[in-house]
């Protein structure tokens, strides 16, 4: 994980509220506390069969060490899964297929969208491709310049962007910091918005979160999947 001293952060917050946005409300999306992303990957691996799991990011394995399925693929440049590369090093060289892909490397916008357009590429007939971190509850927790610890990025604008797809089908399910939930079907509700991606703000978020991230419930969740 990058490391942000105390000087770096101070410029970085003061750089992002000058420059970027400044913008002080913050959302209450109450997550349920006893169900977190291990929990929806274990009830998806057990309710579709699968065999196959590919991790993007693994960190300290807090998540990989805990999903028990045939075959696992952790990638990651610095720490845990299995395999030490960048998630783009991977995806150049991997001719593997998988069912379901938790993506929760680089939080940052371009990275994360081709994280996931890659992962689409070698998904399997009904996989499922997994995003974290797309809820942030406020502005500093999804700045680009990171200038604090915890910290979800702008995941989110990666969503809402290939909301506007054709091809894919796309929720968040309000769990666990957001998980994002990504099918190679067809769009049932494809996202119209004015604004290019890059001119996207924490405000723009906060007023329609809703609708630009499709987000579902839990109950919903197991409902349709
Ligand atoms: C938030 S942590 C992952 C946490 C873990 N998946 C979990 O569920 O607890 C993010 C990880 O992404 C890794 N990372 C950073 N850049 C990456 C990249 N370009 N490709 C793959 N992983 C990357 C970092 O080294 C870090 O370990």
Request: proline content about 2%; aromatic content about 14%; some cysteine.
């Amino acid at each position: 994980m990058e490391k942000l001293n105390k000087f770096t952060k101070i410029f970085k917050k003061i750089y992002y509220q000058v420059f970027i946005e400044n913008f002080k409300e913050k959302l209450n999306y109450n997550f349920p506390l006893n169900y977190y992303r291990w929990d929806l990957i274990e009830y998806l691996i057990k309710k579709n069969n699968y065999s196959d799991y590919l991790e993007i990011g693994c960190d300290q394995d807090q998540l990989f060490s805990k999903v028990k399925i045939k075959n696992k693929t952790g990638v990651d440049p610095s720490n845990g899964g299995n395999v030490r590369k960048t998630s783009d090093d991977f995806f150049k060289d991997n001719k593997d297929k998988f069912d379901i892909v938790f993506i929760d490397g680089l939080h940052i916008y371009d990275q994360v969208k081709r994280d996931i357009l890659n992962s689409v590429d070698c998904l399997k007939e009904n996989g499922i491709i997994l995003v974290h971190d797309c809820m942030p509850d406020n502005m500093s927790k999804q700045a680009v310049p990171r200038y604090r610890m915890i910290w979800n990025g702008d995941v989110w604008k990666a969503i809402v962007d290939l909301r506007q797809k054709e091809d894919l089908e796309i929720f968040t399910c309000s769990i666990d910091q957001g998980i994002g939930i990504i099918k190679k079907n067809k769009n049932s509700s494809i996202l119209k918005i004015e604004k290019s991606i890059n001119k996207l703000k924490f405000e723009d978020y906060y007023n329609n979160y809703k609708e630009y991230l499709r987000v579902i419930s839990l109950e919903k969740f197991k409902k349709m999947f």
